[in-house]
């Protein structure tokens, strides 16, 4: 699975759009991107992914670049409970059953 | 209904001791998965399992081994515990290929 690269932190204010950065220049034609996060000594959480069209769901928006080589996840309105440690996922489905490789993440900060 | 339940939440247990963590699915999902986050927050990935093949982190020793009575369980044994042992282990499940994966809220095993 191709590696990522995320800002190690970001800050955002309460109730503003949080645009989060991932880089995956070595992205393949059959690797997703997937975006997890994981809220302090909870387990990981799904937001969303995809292949190379845009994404939306109740969650967040994914934008992924035309080239595949970096994406966005963006919360619209980002609330003082979107604190957490959100990471950018690259994995291949052509063996459903292999696990997902985290990588640091970035840990997004709401401020109030 | 929790998705992927696990028991015990904590754990606390003397070097040396033998000790299983359980885990439990209610998502019909095929695949099941265990991950081990250290003190420094990393999470990876030890095992992967469904009804046809294990797949091995090979990083992981061979005191930590899977058992799947059935389908809806994936249970952690763990060997001769030492101190490193200690840390957050988390069970996953994931159906097929290109959807979410759906984590426990971790056990949090100390070895004293």
């Known amino acids: 699975d191709a590696k990522t690269t995320q800002p190690p932190s970001m800050d955002c204010a309460e109730g503003r759009a949080a645009n989060l950065p991932c880089n995956h220049s070595?992205?393949?034609?059959?690797?997703?991107v997937y975006w997890y996060r994981q809220i302090h000594s909870q387990g990981p959480q799904y937001i969303i992914h995809?292949?190379?069209n845009n994404e939306t769901n109740e969650m967040a928006s994914l934008i992924i670049t035309e080239d595949r080589k970096s994406s966005t996840l963006i919360l619209p309105h980002a609330t003082l409970r979107d604190t957490a440690v959100y990471y950018c996922?690259?994995?291949?489905?052509?063996?459903?059953?292999?696990?997902?490789?985290f990588g640091k993440g970035t840990h997004l900060i709401i401020q109030p | 209904d929790t998705a992927v339940s696990q028991t015990p939440k904590y754990l606390v247990t003397q070097m040396g001791n033998d000790k299983s963590i359980k885990c439990e699915q209610n998502?019909?999902?095929?695949?099941m998965y265990w991950y081990k986050q250290d003190s420094k927050k990393f999470l990876k990935i030890m095992f992967s399992?469904?009804?046809?093949?294990?797949?091995i982190n090979e990083t992981v020793p061979n005191r930590f081994s899977p058992k799947s009575p059935d389908k809806a369980h994936l249970n952690l044994h763990i060997n001769s515990l030492e101190l490193g042992d200690s840390a957050v282990y988390f069970c996953?499940?994931?159906?097929?290929?290109?959807?979410?994966?759906?984590f426990g809220q971790g056990t949090r095993l100390t070895v004293v």
């Open positions: 399992y469904n009804n046809k093949e294990l797949i």
């Open positions: 995809g292949l190379k």
């Open positions: 070595t992205i393949s034609g059959n690797e997703y």
């Open positions: 998502l019909g999902h095929d695949t």
């Open positions: 996953a499940s994931r159906g097929t290929a290109n959807t979410e994966a759906f």
């Open positions: 996922i690259v994995k291949s489905e052509v063996r459903g059953a292999d696990g997902l490789t």
